[in-house]
């Protein structure tokens, strides 16, 4: 009984640590987040060693039957009959000193695609999209729902 007890504890202790071990501060990011505008939802997940974004919801990602539009900006022809919904807008995020960087967002409005580095803000994502140096970059703000 005493072993049974024993052997219990240990195993509690270890999923413990490795449930531990696998959360990042990265994760903080993952959620379901609003744009600025107010007119899209992004669900932030991980995918291996980095942070990635597709759209699940927007008023521009269905025509007026309800159908999915498509990605008819993008500069790729292979690429715009792709739906943008649940298109993944935001990639290769990776954490490093309470930033994610090295990330590129795609904006499915003018098929354009930007550097990006995010900062989290509370309960508010501060997204700075950019060619070339951050600092001539556009900073937008996302609330997070979930």
């Known amino acids: 009984m005493k ?9 509690l202790t270890f999923e413990g640590l490795v449930a531990h ?8 990011i993952k959620g379901i987040w609003l744009t600025e505008k107010k007119d899209g ?19 521009s990602i269905l025509d007026e039957k309800g ?14 009959s792709r739906s943008l919904q649940g298109m993944v807008i935001l990639t290769g995020l990776e954490y490093d000193d309470g930033k994610w960087q090295n990330g590129k967002i795609y904006n499915s409005l003018t098929g354009k695609t930007y550097s990006v580095v995010v900062t989290l803000k509370g309960n508010s994502l501060d997204l700075r999209g950019y060619i070339g140096f951050p600092i001539l970059g556009k900073t937008t703000v996302w609330q997070r729902l979930e």
């Open 21 to 28: 071990a696998q959360a990042s501060p990265g994760d903080r």
């Open 41 to 59: 939802k992004v669900e932030i997940f991980r995918t291996g060693n980095s942070w990635s974004g597709k759209l699940i919801w927007g008023n």
């Open 67 to 80: 159908k999915p539009k498509h990605d008819i900006y993008n500069p790729d022809p292979k690429l715009r």
């Open 3 to 11: 072993n049974r007890l024993l052997l219990a504890i240990a195993i």
